[in-house]
C-alpha cells in the first residue's frame, strides 16, 4: 500500500486555495465521477434537522468550493437565505456563474477570516463541507464555527475520516491511486491536488478525535451519521450544537 510523505497542516493549508485555483474549471466534472457526492452533501444539509423549508432562516455553508454543497441546503432548505464563503477566487467564480436566487450570496474568505469579510451572525445552520481538514488549525476552526451559530443552533461537519479503520484507510488508499490520482492527471494534466486530497485524508482526525473537537468547542448533542456506498466508514456527518 503507497504511504504518504509527512503531512505538515499548517504549510499545506495555505497552500490549498491556490490549488483550487488551478483546477476549478474541471472540479465539477472530477466529482460528479463520484457516485453519492451531491446525494451525500444533500443528505449532511437534511442533518441539520431544521424546520420545513427553511422560511425565515439564515444558514451557512463555508467551504462552498463550486457551490454544489450550496445547492444541497438550497434544494433542502429553498427558502432560506444562504451565505456561502471559500477562500479560492476561481471556485467561487464556477460557483456563481451558476443560476441562484436572490436569497443566495457569495463571499470570497478563509473561513478564518469571515468576520474580516463581513460575514457575521448568528446562523440558524452551519454546513462545512470537507473543509475542517484543509484548515491549519481545526480547533481554532471550530470554535470560529461555533461563535456564529445561534444558540442552539446547528453545526453540520461532513468530512473524511479514516484514522480510526485500517479497513478505510486501505479502500481510501486503493480508490485513490486506482481512480481519483490518475483521473485527475487525465483531466487537468496535473495531480498534485489529487495527492494532496489522498495525503490530508489519511493525516486527519479520526472521527473519535473529530467528535471529541466539537465536543470539546462547547457543542451539545453531539452524534455521528453515516454514509452509504463505497464511502461508508470514509465519509461521515458530523453534527452538533451550540448550546441554549
Same mark, same amino acid.
Given at each position: 500500500?503507497?504511504?504518504?510523505?509527512?503531512?505538515?497542516?499548517?504549510?499545506?493549508?495555505?497552500?490549498?486555495?491556490?490549488?483550487?485555483?488551478?483546477?476549478? &474549471?474541471?472540479?465539477?466534472?472530477?466529482?460528479?465521477?463520484? @457516485?453519492?457526492?451531491?446525494?451525500?452533501?444533500?443528505?449532511?444539509?437534511?442533518?441539520?434537522?431544521?424546520?420545513?423549508?427553511?422560511?425565515?432562516?439564515?444558514?451557512?455553508?463555508?467551504?462552498?468550493?463550486?457551490?454544489?454543497? &450550496?445547492?444541497?441546503?438550497?434544494?433542502?432548505? @429553498?427558502?432560506?437565505?444562504?451565505?456561502?464563503?471559500?477562500?479560492?477566487?476561481?471556485?467561487?467564480?464556477?460557483?456563481?456563474?451558476?443560476?441562484?436566487?436572490?436569497?443566495?450570496?457569495?463571499?470570497?474568505?478563509?473561513?478564518?477570516?469571515?468576520?474580516?469579510?463581513?460575514?457575521?451572525?448568528?446562523?440558524?445552520?452551519?454546513?462545512?463541507?470537507?473543509?475542517?481538514?484543509?484548515?491549519?488549525?481545526?480547533?481554532?476552526?471550530?470554535?470560529?464555527?461555533?461563535?456564529?451559530?445561534?444558540?442552539?443552533?446547528?453545526?453540520?461537519?461532513?468530512?473524511?475520516?479514516?484514522?480510526?479503520?485500517?479497513?478505510?484507510?486501505?479502500?481510501? &488508499?486503493?480508490?485513490?491511486?486506482? #481512480?481519483?490520482?490518475?483521473?485527475?492527471?487525465?483531466?487537468?494534466?496535473?495531480?498534485?491536488?489529487?495527492?494532496?486530497?489522498?495525503?490530508?485524508?489519511?493525516?486527519?482526525?479520526? #472521527?473519535?478525535?473529530? &467528535?471529541?473537537?466539537?465536543?470539546?468547542?462547547?457543542?451539545?448533542?453531539?452524534?455521528?451519521? @453515516?454514509?452509504?456506498?463505497?464511502?461508508?466508514? #470514509?465519509?461521515?456527518?458530523?453534527?452538533?450544537?451550540?448550546?441554549?
Amino acid at each position: 500500500m503507497a504511504r504518504p510523505r509527512s503531512f505538515d497542516r499548517a504549510r499545506e493549508a495555505a497552500e490549498v486555495p491556490s490549488a483550487f485555483d488551478q483546477d476549478a &474549471t474541471s472540479y465539477d466534472r472530477l466529482v460528479g465521477a463520484n @457516485p453519492g457526492y451531491f446525494d451525500h452533501l444533500k443528505r449532511s444539509a437534511g442533518r441539520l434537522g431544521l424546520p420545513g423549508r427553511g422560511a425565515g432562516l439564515r444558514l451557512l455553508d463555508v467551504g462552498c468550493g463550486t457551490g454544489l454543497s &450550496t445547492r444541497a441546503l438550497l434544494e433542502t432548505y @429553498p427558502e432560506a437565505e444562504i451565505v456561502a464563503a471559500d477562500a479560492s477566487a476561481e471556485m467561487l467564480a464556477q460557483a456563481r456563474a451558476k443560476a441562484w436566487p436572490s436569497t443566495v450570496r457569495f463571499v470570497h474568505s478563509r473561513a478564518e477570516e469571515l468576520a474580516a469579510a463581513g460575514v457575521e451572525g448568528p446562523f440558524d445552520g452551519v454546513l462545512a463541507a470537507y473543509l475542517l481538514r484543509n484548515l491549519p488549525d481545526v480547533d481554532a476552526g471550530v470554535a470560529d464555527l461555533r461563535d456564529l451559530l445561534a444558540p442552539g443552533a446547528p453545526l453540520a461537519v461532513h468530512e473524511y475520516s479514516v484514522a480510526d479503520s485500517r479497513v478505510a484507510q486501505a479502500v481510501w &488508499t486503493a480508490v485513490c491511486w486506482a #481512480i481519483v490520482i490518475p483521473l485527475g492527471w487525465r483531466v487537468t494534466g496535473d495531480a498534485s491536488l489529487y495527492r494532496y486530497l489522498w495525503r490530508s485524508v489519511l493525516a486527519f482526525d479520526g #472521527i473519535g478525535r473529530l &467528535t471529541a473537537r466539537l465536543r470539546e468547542a462547547g457543542l451539545e448533542q453531539v452524534r455521528v451519521e @453515516p454514509m452509504d456506498g463505497w464511502q461508508r466508514g #470514509i465519509v461521515h456527518t458530523v453534527v452538533g450544537r451550540r448550546p441554549r
